[in-house]
């Protein structure tokens, strides 16, 4: 049965109860940051442990996994996706990706990286279940090798039509809202031309929406264009809309575990970028 399925519409859905769509976030997190893995450094045990688990969820939801190896510095990186095509008229593409590597051990210090990417990637293995099953054409995508791009690079070289990217990079904090009256925020890089679309999703989550980065021009090209997995598909002149909670002081530090997380506001996140896909 689909995890997909347990969740159920009520009055209380974004309250205090916790509803079973957060619930499988908060897991999905709580695995992928566990010491176990070892910080999901690329190239590693626990890194390809990372890959199973992601593997064996796309298989629950009914998804057929695939692995793209390719070589990157340090090793042999590993993407794993599922294609979903639901539309034979159309040869066309909804890429949905987070990366799911993060920094490992340095010295004598374990990274989680609960927040960076462990929390995009489960809301990434939510839409593809909310997802999967509407008719549509996606690829779903757990990207390896975050550091230079590489995950994202060889991705964007496999010969599919990609018409739009949905990035998910570090979205499960409420610590650096801009402001700080709203920690019920989120920031959709790329997303200004969807503003009415976005608006219209935003109905029931009621986030405070920010298509900046922290109101500064620089950083917002620079976290669009340059360093976030969207950027080889901008070059490629795809589309792409990245959404973000922004870097906290837990971002790449040993203290950004999962229970520094903020699962009711990351369960509002996924529910509007659900909301938003399925406009399109």
């Known amino acids: 049965m689909k995890r997909i399925c347990k969740i159920i519409v009520c009055l209380g859905l974004l309250g205090a109860v916790c509803t079973p769509l957060r619930a499988s976030l908060k897991e999905d997190v709580e695995h992928l940051s566990d010491p176990l893995l ?3 450094r690329p190239g590693t045990r626990g890194s390809v442990e990372a890959s199973v688990y992601i593997m064996r969820r796309f298989q629950q939801i009914g998804l057929q996994p695939r692995l793209q190896f390719f070589l990157a510095p340090g090793g042999v990186g590993r993407n794993v996706y599922s294609v979903c095509r639901e539309d034979p008229r159309s040869d066309k593409y909804v890429l949905v990706c987070a990366h799911y590597d993060g920094l490992g ?13 462990a929390s995009g990637v489960a ?7 909310s997802l999967s099953g509407r008719g549509c054409n996606y690829i779903f995508a757990a990207l390896d090798v975050h550091d230079g791009l590489a995950g994202a690079e060889n991705m964007a070289q496999l010969p599919y039509k990609i018409s739009l990217v949905v990035n998910i990079d570090t979205i499960g904090s409420t610590l650096a809202p801009p402001n700080k009256y ?4 989120l920031i959709a890089l790329g ?4 503003e009415k679309q976005l608006d219209k999703a935003n109905e029931g989550p009621q986030l405070r929406l920010y298509y900046d980065y922290y109101r500064s021009k620089g950083f917002t090209d620079y976290f669009y264009t340059r360093i976030s997995d969207q950027a080889p598909f901008l070059q490629r002149k795809i589309k792409a809309v990245m959404f973000t909670s922004g870097i906290t002081m837990n971002t790449n530090k040993p203290s ?8 009711e506001i990351l369960e509002r996140r996924a529910l509007l970028i659900h909301n938003w896909i399925i406009s399109l």
């Open 123 to 129: 809301v990434m293995l939510y839409l593809a279940e």
């Open 182 to 185: 709203r920690p019920d925020f």
């Open 38 to 40: 070892e910080g999901r």
């Open 256 to 263: 950004d575990t999962a229970q520094t997380l903020d699962y």
């Open 191 to 194: 997303g200004k031309e969807y």
């Open 105 to 117: 051990i340095i010295g004598d210090n374990l990274y989680p990286c609960a927040d960076s990417n």
